[in-house]
């Protein structure tokens, strides 16, 4: 069974601060899919990244990266010097391969604070 | 380009009132999937069509949800009766599904009250 956990239930910090979000994820599959999205307080999931399984390379995008670890099945998300528009709960989630279903993780709150 | 886009944004309805949700695909997408959000639980998909063809409905809770995809640009979803327990933001997505996986691209969502 596929399963996703965001330990982090709520994080907050002050504007500038470097944070990181945990995803750590289950499958039995050696083919499968890592998403993060975004969702901002107006409501709407905004998609930032995709990752396949058999591609561990790091990424990095401005201020946000983000560290694939297949050995503790763990998708990480960092944002750099963050800021108050970074606010908004961001959700880690998986796709095994041959399936379109997401499995998405609880969630992580994220306040920054000016 | 247009986005998903899901009517209506909001919904209010008395207990037993049928509610119909309306989702437009992005223009070219070729899966779309319906989602329920709450707080207890989370995002939860309730049901996928591939070409127009719903592929997973395991997610549906019970008769009361049905869906259709008549179209290639248009689904519904449908609640009858409806219950207070069914009040939550419902998501439409919509992806192109074409040898690889990609991303689903999220409408804004309908938030639905039933009272």
């Known amino acids: 069974a596929q399963k996703v956990t965001q330990a982090q239930t709520e994080i907050s910090v002050v504007e500038k601060e470097d944070v990181t979000l945990d995803c750590v994820y289950e499958?039995?599959?050696?083919?499968?899919?890592l998403f993060w999205y975004k969702q901002p307080p107006s409501g709407e999931l905004v998609f930032l990244i995709r990752r396949n399984s058999f591609d561990e390379q790091n990424e990095i995008s401005g201020r946000y990266s983000w560290n694939f670890q297949k050995s503790t099945s763990s998708f990480n998300f960092t944002i750099t010097a963050s800021q108050v528009v970074d606010s908004a709960v961001y959700f880690c989630a998986l796709r095994q391969g041959g399936s379109e279903k997401l499995v998405f993780g609880k969630g992580t709150k994220l306040t920054v604070n000016p | 380009d247009a986005g998903v886009i899901q009517s209506p944004r909001h919904e209010v309805t008395e207990m037993g009132q049928e509610v119909t949700l309306r989702c437009k695909p992005i223009s070219g997408h070729n899966s779309l999937f319906w989602y329920r959000q709450t707080m207890m639980r989370g995002l939860e998909l309730l049901i996928y069509f591939n070409n127009n063809v719903p592929i997973d409905d395991s997610g549906m809770p019970e008769d009361r949800f049905s869906a259709k995809m008549p179209n290639a640009s248009f689904s519904t979803l449908k609640i009858q009766p409806s219950e207070p327990r069914d009040s939550a933001v419902y998501f439409c997505?919509?992806?192109?599904?074409?040898?690889?996986?990609?991303?689903?691209?999220f409408g804004p969502g309908t938030r639905l009250t039933v009272t």
């Open positions: 997505a919509s992806s192109l599904v074409a040898g690889g996986s990609y991303e689903q691209y």
């Open positions: 499958t039995r599959d050696t083919t499968y899919y």
